[in-house]
């Protein structure tokens, strides 16, 4: 078939190369294509080299599905995501760099997800791509336990905490507590807390941070000022309102995450809240979008891409291996001061 365009006459290309417009480029056949393509013994190293150039031509690439009913390998790595945000991004950037020379390619997957099947998208995911187009996983975020998976697991900042599979995260604690410290050593005594998920062990141990600090300053937990922002944008509003309307109103804010922090300094700006004059905001994550808030946001950074290559690594190190040197990396986290904190407001 051909294509007249513009007064000259060009061959159609497939959409997709196939091993047979191979074999018919090349003048050999599909059996032949398939040994050069997976590097099997019995074709000449003229007929190699050959059918090598017209598969870099064509653009041809063995399916990978294919691929694994005969190897019962893809060399490739899946990284499931419940979607892509700016925290999944920047762990995908680290995971990424680490896998330069490792051998093995990557395919990031994302389900499509609703309020109602939330819950155990991961164990979907794995069950769609196990075996027949990854070999391992990085799974970002899963909400609940993977005993038994069927192909080498490493999870990140898992929800349901850690234990059953080989997982990565940052000192969630640790990070909650020099949030709150910082907004405390400016002067602030009525601290609200914009919460994550209260089935998410990352957000009950943020908000423990938030109460240890409160506690060690001699500060009463104020439950009036917590509420729940579920790290997205659509309750952090409703979350930020209810604070910023209080009769008496906090003149801090820490919240959970950088997306819902900057929620938070949306909320406030329509509301004619001037930050950080009238009000203190404090982010989790340090994602890129943090930098380029007005003003920009002081938050607690995870070592993002750091996690990310800790994650591939280890995962890495299980397909060769069958465990990782360590189950478990717990890295550290630290404050980024920028613009959105300043002294508490005097009466």
């Not at 190897?71 to 680290?94: C, D, M, Q, Y």
């Not at 819950?119 to 609940?144: K, M, N, Q």
């Not at 060690?216 to 000022?225: R, Y």
């Amino acid at each position: 078939m051909t294509l007249v365009t513009s007064g000259y006459i060009r061959p159609t290309v497939p959409a997709r190369a196939t091993i047979h417009d191979v074999a018919r480029v090349a003048g050999v056949s599909v059996a032949t294509v398939s040994k050069v393509a997976n590097g099997r013994y019995g074709v000449a190293q003229s007929t190699i080299e050959k059918v090598s150039a017209v598969i870099e031509q064509l653009g041809y690439e063995t399916s990978l599905v294919a691929s694994s009913l005969r190897s019962h390998r893809t060399n490739v790595i899946g990284i499931l995501v419940a979607g892509f945000e700016p925290f999944s991004t920047e762990l995908l950037k680290g995971i990424s760099s680490a896998a330069v020379g490792s051998g093995y390619e990557l395919l990031a997957y994302a389900g499509a997800l609703t309020d109602e099947n939330w819950v155990g998208w991961e164990r979907r995911s794995l069950s769609r791509l196990a075996g027949t187009l990854v070999d391992a996983a990085i799974i970002v975020t899963p909400t609940v336990r993977l005993p038994g998976a069927s192909i080498p697991v490493v999870a990140i900042d898992p929800h349901a905490g850690t234990g059953d599979v080989p997982a990565v995260d940052t000192d969630n604690i640790e990070g909650a507590r020099i949030a709150t410290r910082h907004l405390i050593e400016l002067g602030h005594r009525r601290i609200a807390h914009v919460a994550g998920r209260g089935d998410l062990l990352s957000a009950v141990l943020r908000e423990r941070g938030y109460r240890e600090s409160l506690a060690e300053a001699g500060i009463p937990f104020d439950p009036e000022l917590v509420r729940e922002g579920a790290y997205w944008s659509k309750p952090t509003t409703i979350a930020a309102r209810e604070l910023l309307s209080l009769p008496d109103r906090p003149t801090a804010i820490f919240a959970a995450n950088d997306l819902s922090a900057v929620r938070v300094l949306e909320v406030a700006h329509e509301m004619g809240i001037r930050v950080p004059e009238e009000l203190s905001v404090v982010g989790f994550d340090d994602v890129p979008e943090a930098a380029g808030t007005t003003p920009q946001l002081t938050t607690v950074a995870q070592p993002l891409h750091d996690m990310g290559a800790q994650a591939l690594r280890m995962v890495v190190e299980m397909l060769r291996r069958g465990e990782p040197e360590q189950q478990y990396v717990h890295l550290p986290a630290h404050l980024v001061i920028r613009q959105s904190t300043g002294p508490a407001p005097r009466d």
